[in-house]
């Protein structure tokens, strides 16, 4: 346990941030299944819905440094190659 004012007021912004980043990565997952889902229904503008959605959470992460930003990059683009291998495997184009 810390002992001076300084270490314990250390460990409870360290507390407050790791409470907060822990969020912020939930509300990535959650994003990331409801896009997934979106994708396995085969709902195409739900889909678009959602990877919006998930673009958000992620950039937001990002810059709060909760995740770096390749990783970021990694994920958002992982994604996106997703959703257009299944406009391609319906034979639509993205415009649509």
Same mark, same amino acid.
């Given at each position: 346990?810390?002992?001076t004012? =300084? +270490?314990k $007021?250390a460990l409870? @912004? =360290?507390?407050?941030?790791q409470?907060e980043? @822990?969020?912020?990565?939930?509300?990535i997952?959650?994003?990331? #299944?409801?896009f %997934?889902? +979106?994708l396995?229904e085969k709902?195409i503008? #739900?889909a678009?819905?959602?990877?919006? %959605?998930?673009?958000?959470a992620?950039?937001?992460?990002?810059?709060? $440094?909760?995740?770096k930003?390749?990783? +970021?990059?990694?994920?958002?683009?992982?994604?996106?190659k997703? %959703? #257009?291998s299944l %406009?391609?495997k319906?034979?639509? =184009?993205?415009e649509?």
């Open positions: 346990m810390p002992i004012r =300084s +270490a $007021k409870r @912004k =360290s507390l407050k941030r409470k980043n @822990k969020i912020r990565k939930e509300v997952k959650r994003a990331k #299944k409801e %997934l889902r +979106a396995g709902n503008e #739900k678009k819905e959602c990877l919006s %959605l998930y673009y958000k992620v950039d937001k992460a990002m810059k709060s $440094k909760v995740i930003k390749n990783t +970021a990059s990694r994920l958002k683009s992982k994604m996106a997703k %959703l #257009k %406009l391609v319906e034979g639509l =184009s993205e649509s």
